[in-house]
């Protein structure tokens, strides 16, 4: 027996995640909504041991129709605290066969990411992101990250990727004026602006990318 954690619908298909009845396994499943029938099953997880952090079922289900991407959130709340994982799903190649595929991306450096599983290190601690237009901004204490996806080949079949930059001096734990830059607590998105809210700060940064650069006014 398995619950249901979430759904969402696509023109084609329904997504739905679910969650075992003993709490140690789940998956999300996409069906044909003509048919109603199964015809893939995405990123099944299951706890082996005491890994309580390995099967933490997607609560939220998002469908981004223009790039056929699937968004899935979830997060679990034990004694040693609260943890949440994000991830996107590039259906694409999603054909009704029924063949079994794992389309997780991993956004940043996959190396870095690798290791910090590896060695249970939470790298996500403090972190902070939001995808507004182009975009997608990753806060990590106290710098933001800026995300964007460029073109690296200019032929037919051409390929993209993700191509970091930062807001500001980039990752430097001081200001331009050698001040110790303080935590991101909040931030807002509207035009083409970003505003940034520090911990201990009166004041409120506001960042303009009218021009297409990320420059910054206070």
Request: charged content about 20%; some cysteine; hydrophobic content about 45%.
């Amino acid at each position: 027996m398995a619950a249901t954690a979430a759904s969402e619908t696509a023109s084609q298909w329904l997504f739905a995640s679910f969650e075992s009845a003993r709490r140690n396994s789940s998956a999300v499943v996409a069906f044909d909504l003509n048919s109603l029938s199964p015809v893939l099953e995405i990123g099944r997880k299951e706890v082996f041991g005491a890994d309580v952090e390995a099967a933490i079922p997607p609560t939220k289900l998002s469908w981004l129709a223009g790039h056929n991407l699937l968004l899935a959130a979830g997060s679990h709340s034990g004694p040693a605290g609260m943890v949440g994982e994000v991830f996107m799903a590039d259906l694409r190649r999603l054909s009704g066969d029924g063949t079994s595929v794992d389309p997780w991306v991993c956004i940043g450096d996959r190396q870095r990411a690798g290791a910090a599983t590896a060695s249970r290190r939470k790298d996500g601690n403090n972190c902070r992101i939001e995808c507004y237009r182009n975009w997608v901004f990753v806060a990590r204490d106290a710098y933001v990250e800026v995300w964007t996806q460029v073109e690296i080949t200019s032929e037919a079949g051409e390929k993209k990727a993700m191509r970091k930059n930062w807001v500001g001096n980039g990752p430097s734990m001081v200001t331009a004026d050698g001040e110790e830059k303080a935590k991101i607590v909040s931030w807002a998105f509207g035009g083409s602006r970003m505003a940034l809210a520090r911990v201990d700060h009166r004041s409120i940064e506001v960042w303009d990318s009218a021009s297409g650069a990320i420059s910054g006014n206070l």
